[in-house]
T-cell receptor, first 116, second 116 residues
Framework: AQKITQTQPGMFVQEKEAVTLDCTYDTSDQSYGLFWYKQPSSGEMIFLIY??????QNATEGRYSLNFQKARKSANLVISASQLGDSAMYFCAMREGRSNTGKLIFGQGTTLQVKP | GAVVSQHPSRVICKSGTSVKIECRSL??????MFWYRQFPKQSLMLMATSNEGSKATYEQGVEKDKFLINHASLTLSTLTVTSAHPEDSSFYIC????????????FGAGTRLSVL
């Protein structure tokens, strides 16, 4: 069965520093997608970045990059130059296959606090 | 990214009443939408997958008659919590899958339901 694990319940980072949020996954499928979402205290889920299992290069979106290590089944999120507005809950998620009907399985989440 | 609108953002109702929550994809068509429930400081739990023009697929343990889902058009899915009770109080959030964007799921802002 597919599973997502985020082992860091809470993280602190100094403003302007980089931070890595860990995510490991387990699946027997060859085709899957990995996602990171940000959930501020308001509750909305904001899509940050996507990595397909067949993508050879690590995904990047502005200050966000995904460190994809397929053999280790890890998909860590790296946030560079942290800002106070980055304080939020972050969820890693996986979808098996590429279909639009594919369900997302979420990790437990990591709460990030950025210190001024 | 694509925009998903969810309404209402907050609702307070008396026990025994029914509450309808709407989820709209504003700038893309979504044959598949998803409904999640989230308890405080926990991860998202998938309740059901909503398919346009057909019956929803419910996750194990989710009462179909309690949580009615209708997906009548390519841009609108509704979740009706029937005969709501205090234990139904929660944060409900929907997502829509954008087939033109690697089937990334974009989320609405969520609905906080409080049943008195």
């Amino acid at each position: 069965a597919q599973k997502i694990t985020q082992t860091q319940p809470g993280m602190f980072v100094q403003e302007k520093e980089a931070v890595t949020l860990d995510c490991t996954y387990d699946t027997s499928d060859q085709s899957y997608g990995l996602f990171w979402y940000k959930q501020p205290s308001s509750g909305e889920m904001i899509f940050l970045i996507y990595q397909g299992s067949y993508d050879e290069q690590n995904a990047t979106e502005g200050r966000y990059s995904l460190n994809f290590q397929k053999a280790r089944k890890s998909a860590n999120l790296v946030i560079s130059a942290s800002q106070l507005g980055d304080s939020a809950m972050y969820f890693c998620a996986m979808r098996e296959g590429r279909s639009n009907t594919g369900k997302l399985i979420f990790g437990q989440g990591t709460t990030l606090q950025v210190k001024p | 990214g694509a925009v998903v609108s969810q309404h209402p953002s907050r609702v307070i109702c008396k026990s025994g009443t029914s509450v309808k929550i709407e989820c709209r994809s504003l700038d893309f068509q979504a044959t598949t939408m998803f409904w999640y429930r989230q308890f405080p400081k926990q991860s998202l739990m998938l309740m059901a997958t909503s398919n346009e023009g057909s019956k929803a697929t419910y996750e194990q343990g989710v009462e179909k008659d309690k949580f009615l889902i209708n997906h009548a058009s390519l841009t609108l899915s509704t979740l009706t919590v029937t005969s709501a009770h205090p234990e139904d109080s929660s944060f409900y959030i929907c997502s829509a899958s954008d087939s033109l964007a690697k089937n990334i799921q974009y989320f609405g802002a969520g609905t906080r339901l409080s049943v008195l």
